[in-house]
Every structure is written in C-alpha cells, then in structure tokens.
C-alpha cells in the first residue's frame, strides 16, 4: 500500500460489512468546512461507527483542493478524528461562513417595485443567517425597511 496520512493503526481497522461510504457527499474546499464535518459526523452517527471508521470514511468526501490537501498530510500523521477535524478547519477556516450581526437586517429594505410578500421572505431569509435574534429586533427592522405605509401602519399599531 502506498504512502498514506493514516497511522497504521487506522489502517488495521476492518469498515462493518454494509457501511455507506458517504460518496454523495462532496466538498472541494469551497463550501464552508464547519457544515460539511457537521453533516458528515451526523451521517456517521447515524451509521454509528466510532472514531477509526470516520477518519477512513472521511477522504472519500473530499475532491479538488480538499482531497489535495487530506493526501498532502504527513504520512502516518492521522491518527483520530480530531486531528483531521483541527486540520481541516484550520485549512479552510476563510470558507466559514460568519453568522451576521442583527444591524444588517437594517439594511434589508423593500425595494420599490417589489411585493411585500417577497419583501417579507427575503427579510425571513437574512434572519435565518443571525444567531439568537430577538423577535422585537427582528420585528422592528421588518417594520422599519418597509415602503407599504399603511401595512406599516397596521404593523406596529396593532397588538400581537
């Protein structure tokens, strides 16, 4: 067998027989790193296979840079599961993806031209990427980018 990032240890592990190698699952370095190991570890734990399995499994998720950098590791240099997790999010750490700040809903207005309803959604989408957003924040900056006066109006005179 040629040279290989795994500790021989690793490579003595035998895969349970009907295991899912996860190749539908693809990341080639691109993609923020943090969802890609949190859907593969969720995959593997559905698979409930330990710690040896995961760091043989995981390579065949990989393509491009990613797979580059996974077989440019040390030989014999992996030897668990975390020491390819730290390697790959220290590796891809710029694709993370930064959880927004609740001031940038200020910035999502209605556009002029456009339904409210359509408004509203894109408005629901930029909340779903801010992380413990308070509902009367949330609520304020909807009412606040909105060019409909009268549904403004109803908005915030109206008791919920």
């Not at 795994?6 to 790193?33: A, N, Y």
């Not at 990989?62 to 975390?82: D, E, M, Y």
Request: hydrophobic fraction near 35%; glycine fraction near 6%; include cysteine.
């Amino acid at each position: 067998m040629g040279a290989t990032p795994f500790h021989h240890s690793l490579l003595e592990v035998r895969l349970p027989k009907l295991f899912d190698k996860q190749s539908d699952m693809r990341d080639d370095g691109t993609q923020d790193p943090q969802e890609h190991l949190t859907a593969f570890e969720a995959r593997m734990n559905l698979e409930g296979v330990g710690d040896e399995v995961k760091c043989r499994a995981f390579p065949v998720t990989l393509a491009g840079p990613a797979i580059r950098w996974f077989n440019a590791l040390p030989q014999g240099s992996v030897t668990t599961f975390a020491d390819i997790t730290r390697g790959f999010l220290a590796q891809f750490s710029t694709r993370i993806a930064k959880s927004k700040h609740p001031i940038n809903l200020l910035g999502v207005t209605q556009r002029s031209g456009e339904p409210t309803r359509k408004y509203v959604d894109r408005f629901n989408d930029e909340c779903l990427e801010i992380d413990g957003l308070i509902d009367s924040v949330a609520s304020l900056c909807l009412t606040n980018g909105l060019l409909n006066e009268d549904f403004r109006k109803h908005l915030t005179t109206k008791p919920v």
